[in-house]
Structure formats: structure tokens, C-alpha cells
């Protein structure tokens, strides 16, 4: 009867905050009761809320060893173990917890977010799915939306923001990444309509707006762009000049007709908030146990495009023409997606490493156990890269180079890859990184080739008449560019323009109205839609002149184009992206087709397809600069870019700090 008493005193003690009393009771009353799990269990309730974590656990261990199915003790241990930021004593309890209460989704969703911390991502997904399908529960949807980004599945991520958005999970940044999910899977319609409504409903967030303007671009809807842009101007402003709490990627930025001042800025304050998470992340990195001592250094790339992307397909026989007797190779893949090209770029590595769906604590672990010298960056800020991976300074020298062509506005980033036509020093003033200026950037890797090529007529180019192409994505033109090219048309009696529309409801719908306003019939613009590799090789030949857009010129289309033996117009540009073209047609000894300015463009354009003699003989250039140049081969290009880091590496070794390398 005393014990019983005694609990009452404890409990009551503890009900009305007399922390102390209710602590000296609770102890005393296990001396002579120890297997008592309630007991404990009260005891680490009131060790938590008095700040003493270690103590806690230890009690609601005991606790739960006396009562492995209590269901306050192990909910308790749960909490404790995720603010003290233990994931893996976390995902025990809830294993145990879920054991004896299977059916509480909202616990199977904890354990979800668990396995995140970890890293565990398709175990989360497969929790988070479960809990989510169980209840219908919109929050759980969001979840696991969130879980299949991180995974780099973006089609089954759209799908599970939307159910969150349908149960009523309608937060802006929800409908934010909704739009960010379509746009990667190529739904160009929903992307516009999710985009662009959601800016409407939110009209001062800075981010919606400039996905809705990116959605614009995608479908080539230049009135609404236009008379949007202001406002976005305006906006961005505001957000540097405040230094509010909006997240703005500058990668977008590159393609909605924002200054390189602007871009650098927000890319400063963008990429401010990842170092500080960098350096968090890097007092948690375990240095390895034991050093190298081989003289070779060991280069690593990391990329979220290991496979049939534009990047893939570029650098897919880069790693493999390394001089193996001064470079150690390792690669580094965010995003698996096994076909050809990958098993390619694959073999050409030393050590493959399979990140994808792994969180940056995991990759930056992984590149620092490795002990990389020089650690290659093709992913910047594009979707599904890890920036904050290269905050935590997992190598002691850190390059940027072709997937990203800005600059990352960075302390983490020594370098970015150049030449002296793509990011002369007076465009390189806002850059934060030193410039290697090698005697071309690009790269380029054998393409596939049909071994027939298609007659016009079975990709649409009816009748004859010169044909102008541009196979870049819609997002690429502004109304400049579209204006010039139907410029082009009206002075070239019987041509056409064979373009690259993956969306012909609705971009091309619009190109056919622009098209229609700047007094060029609409029919004379032909559709082309995305083929394999192989087979786009081969239709290529069809047309007479490839038109580079303005503002962002091709790369990886431009090389398959120039490859294809078509030649490509350029015109060059203020911006490392402009400039792109400008380069290539430079580095094959095509000087003749980099246009200063837009008249020069249009004139020549129309010089090579009203003077057939004048075509033929660019064509002939062309192809004997395929035959002799070294622009494709990919061992001349690798010696370069070797002599490069060979220099950087040095000046480390040395303790100089980087500079601009010629």
C-alpha cells in the first residue's frame, strides 16, 4: 500500500511540474520495485524534459525490455532518437514500435522519413507509399513525392504531388515541385498548366514565377513571357535586395533573359546557404584511415547524365582515352538509367560508383574515402545534381565543366573549363571560379549512324525547296530568334524550317501563330519529334543548314548536327551559353558561319540558300574538316584537358592558390 501511495505522490508530483520531488520519488520507489516499466518509463519522460537525452534512453530502454509492445515508451524513444539526430536507433525503435502496431501509417511514415536520413531511399519509398496508399492521407503523398525526387524519379514523384495536391495538400512549393516534375518527364502541357496556374494563385512568390515563365518558354508562349518578364525582373530585385527567405536555383535563370549581373548575384546568395551546409555536413566526414602513396592522380567525375543525355553522349569515350600511367579514374553517377551509352562510359572507369538516390552526406563520404585529387563537376545546379555534396569539400580541387555553364557563385568550386571564344575574361567578370581556358571546352564522342539515311518525304519535307533545321528544344528560342529565322524564310522563296517539336498541341501551335503574325505561311514550318540517336543521325542529312538560336546555343546538338555533316549558322552571344556555337564552328575552322549580329545572320543564312555554289562549298569544308580537324578526336582533346589538371594539381601541391590557366 505504501509503493501504491507512493506512485500516486510520483505521478501526482510530476502532473504539476515538481520536476525534483517527482524524480526522487520515482527512483526511490524502483529500488524496491525494478522491473516496474511504467516506472521507467516516467522516469525518461522526465529526464526528457529536463534536457538529459542519455539518461532518457537508458530509462526507456529498460522500460521497453520490461514492455517490449509499450506503446508510449517506444514513441517516446522514437522522438528522443530524432532530435538527437540518431536515425539508426530511430528506425530500431520504430521497427519494434510497428512490430506490436502494425497498423499505425503515421508511424510507418516516420519510419519513412528515418530511412531518408539514412540514405535508405527505397526502403523510405516503399514506407511512405504504404502509409500513403493506407490512409489517402495528403501530407503522406507529399512524402513520398519528395522520396521520388530524391531517387531521380520524377514521373512517379508528379504523380504523388498530385494526389497530394487532389487531397488538399495545396503549399505552394508542392505545386512548385509538381511543375519541376513534369517539366523532367516531358508532359510539356500539364507542365504549363500546373506552372502558370500556380503563379496566378501565388502572385508574389518568386519562385512559381519563375517557373511559370520557364513553362512559357517551353511552349514558346512569348506574349505571356513578355508581359510577365517585368514582373519577374522586378521581383528578382527585390528578393537580392532584401535577402528574404525564397529559394532561387540560378540555373533556371540562364534561360529567361536575365543579365549575367543578375544571374551571378543570385547564384551568390544561392549558393551562400549550401556552403553553409557544406560545412556542417564536413565536421561530420570521417577522413580516411589510410593515405595513398602512388604518385598517380586520381580523378573523379561526378554527373547526374551518365547515360543518353546530351552530356553522356559527349564525354561517353572521354574517361577511357586518360593516360593511365599519370590518372587513376573514377566515376561518379547520380542518376542510374542502364542503356548503351552508360555501359560505355561505364567501362571506361576505373571504379564506377552507383550514387543515385544516395543524399550528399553519402557523396561526399564516398568521394573523400576515395581519396579523390581532383573531383569534376557535370551537374552544377541542374536537376538531381548535389551541390551541397561539393560544400562539404570532399577534394582538395573542385571543377565545373559542361553540364553547367554559369558560374555556381561559389567558395566550393576552384574552377570552371572554358576556352578563349565561349567565356573571353570580359564575360568572366562575375564568375566566382578561376577560368581554364583549354583550346576548345567541348568534347565530343563517336556518334551512331543508320546506315541508311531516310528520303525527306517519309519525315514530312514534302516537295523541294531548301530546308533549314534546328533541332534544339523549344525552350532554347525567344522571339528574337524566331523572328529572325522567319525573316530568313521571307527571303528565301521555297524553304523551309524543320524544327524539333517534342509538343506540337500546343508550342507548335504557337510557333504556327508567331509564325502566321511575322507574314510566313504557318505550313511552311515542319514538326519533327524525338528519335533514337541512331536514327536522328540519319535524318539529319535531309536538311541543308542548321539555325543556332540567340541566346542559347546549341552543344550537344550542334556537335551530332556538325557530325551529321550539316552545317551550323551561329551567331555569337554576351554569355558563355551564347557562345557555345560560336566556339565549335571556330574550333572546325567554320569561322565563316559565327555571325557578329543578327543582320549578319540573316544575311548569310540567306546567301547559302539562295546560292546553291556557295552551300556546296561550305558543305565540302565541312566535311573535310570532319575528316582532318581534330575537333572529334577525343584523345587529342583529353591530352589538353590532362596537361590542364596536371598544371591546377602542381600549383596545389606547391600550396598556391588556383588562377586562370591558358
Known sequence: MRDENGRKEAFAAHRHGDLAEAERLYRELLLTAPTDAKLHYHLGLLCYQTGRAPECVQCLKTAIALAPGSAPALQLLIRVCDETGNAQGALLALDQYLMHHPGDTGMLNVKGRQLVRLGHLH????????????????????????????????????????????????????????????????????????????????????????????????????????????????????VLEKNDGQDIPPGILNYLETDEEMISAVARRYAGKISAAGKLLRQKLCAPAEHRTDKKIR???????????????????????????????????????????????????????????????????????????????????????????????????????????????????????????????????????????????????????????????????????????????????????????????????????????????????????????????????????????ARHMARMPLADLSLDPFHISGGATSVATLAAGVPVLTLRGNSYLARMGSSINVSLGMDDLDCPGPAQYVTKAVELAMTPSALAAVKERLAMALQTNNFFDTKYFTRSLEAALQVIWDRYKAGLPPADIQ
Request: aromatic share 10%; proline share 5%.
Open 123 to 238: 526502403d523510405a519509398e516503399q514506407a511512405f507509399h504504404q502509409a500513403a496508399v493506407r490512409t489517402g492521407n495528403a501530407a503522406m503523398f507529399h512524402d513520398l513525392g519528395l522520396c521520388r525526387q530524391l531517387l531521380g524519379n520524377p514521373a512517379g514523384a508528379a504523380d504523388a504531388f498530385a494526389e497530394a495536391i487532389r487531397g488538399g495538400h495545396g503549399h505552394p512549393r508542392t505545386r512548385l515541385w509538381l511543375a519541376q516534375c513534369l517539366r523532367a518527364t516531358g508532359r510539356t502541357k500539364e507542365y504549363y498548366d500546373v506552372a502558370t496556374d500556380a503563379a496566378r494563385s501565388v502572385p508574389g512568390n518568386i519562385e512559381l514565377l519563375i517557373e511559370a515563365q520557364s513553362a512559357r518558354r517551353y511552349v514558346c508562349d512569348w506574349d505571356s513571357f513578355d508581359s510577365n518578364q517585368q514582373q519577374l525582373l522586378t521581383g528578382l530585385r527585390q
Open 299 to 533: 580523378l573523379g567525375y561526378l554527373s547526374t547524365d551518365f547515360f543518353a543525355h546530351a552530356v553522356g553522349s559527349l564525354v561517353c569515350d572521354l574517361f577511357a582515352s586518360h593516360d593511365r600511367t599519370r590518372f587513376e579514374v573514377y566515376g561518379y553517377s547520380l542518376r542510374h538509367q542502364p542503356d548503351t551509352v552508360q555501359a560505355r562510359i561505364q567501362q571506361g572507369f576505373d571504379q564506377y560508383r552507383n550514387l543515385s538516390g544516395r543524399n550528399a552526406d553519402d557523396i561526399a563520404s564516398t568521394v573523400l574515402e576515395d581519396q579523390i585529387d581532383i573531383l569534376i563537376d557535370l551537374a552544377g545546379y541542374t536537376s538531381a545534381a548535389q551541390p551541397t555534396a561539393l560544400a562539404a569539400r570532399p577534394a582538395p580541387i573542385q571543377i565545373s565543366w559542361l553540364g553547367y555553364l554559369g558560374t555556381s557563385g561559389s567558395d566550393f568550386i576552384d574552377y570552371i573549363i572554358a576556352d578563349d571564344i565561349a567565356l573571353p575574361p570580359k564575360l568572366a567578370r562575375d564568375y566566382t571560379e578561376r577560368i581554364i581556358r583549354l583550346p576548345r571546352f567541348m568534347v565530343a564522342s563517336p556518334l551512331p549512324v543508320a546506315e541508311q539515311y531516310a528520303a525527306r518525304n517519309e519525315v514530312g519535307l514534302t516537295g523541294e525547296g531548301f530546308v533549314f533545321c534546328s533541332f534544339n528544344q523549344p525552350y532554347k528560342l525567344d522571339r528574337s530568334t524566331f523572328a529572325a529565322w522567319m525573316e530568313i524564310l521571307y527571303r528565301s522563296p521555297g524553304s523551309r524550317l524543320w524544327m524539333y517539336v517534342p509538343d506540337p498541341e500546343v508550342c507548335g501551335k504557337n510557333l504556327r501563330r508567331e509564325a502566321t503574325r511575322l507574314g510566313v505561311e504557318p505550313d511552311r514550318i515542319v514538326f519533327a519529334g524525338r528519335e533514337p540517336m
